[in-house]
């Protein structure tokens, strides 16, 4: 069971990323998908959860109105597009998965980890 996360990378203020979660090594049906986010010092943080039909998401207020996450077709492949983006949102970036149908914003509610992309918005 693996969650590959990609797509960071440095981008000015005001500019766009799109992060990339893809699962392998089993089905993800009836897991909820999240995104987390860890700034240096700082706790980790939610940003956004996803259902496994896609058909319901959640996000932070901290991002509301500039992200947007959503399911690819093949429903194992989970994007956050990050636009507006701020100096605040520079941190290391975490997608998570947790079985159920809730949307879920603790980490201690998810027990499967990918390894963090880094985001780095210059002011």
């Known amino acids: 069971v693996q969650l590959q996360a990609s797509g960071g990378g440095l981008v000015q203020a005001g500019g766009s990323l799109r992060l990339s979660c893809a699962a392998s090594?089993?089905?993800?049906?009836?897991?909820?998908m999240g995104w987390f986010r860890q700034a240096p010092g700082k706790e980790r943080e939610f940003v956004a959860a996803?259902?496994?039909?896609?058909?319901?998401?959640y996000n932070a207020d901290s991002v509301k109105g500039r992200f947007t996450i959503f399911r690819g077709n093949a429903k194992n492949t989970v994007f956050l597009q990050m636009d507006s983006l701020k100096p605040e949102d520079t941190a290391v970036y975490y997608c998570?998965?947790?079985?159920?149908?809730?949307?879920?914003?603790?980490?201690?509610?998810?027990?499967?980890w990918g390894q963090g992309t880094l985001v780095t918005v210059s002011s």
């Open positions: 996803i259902s496994w039909s896609g058909a319901r998401t």
């Open positions: 090594g089993r089905t993800f049906s009836n897991y909820v």
């Open positions: 998570a998965g947790s079985q159920g149908q809730w949307l879920k914003s603790v980490p201690d509610d998810y027990n499967v």
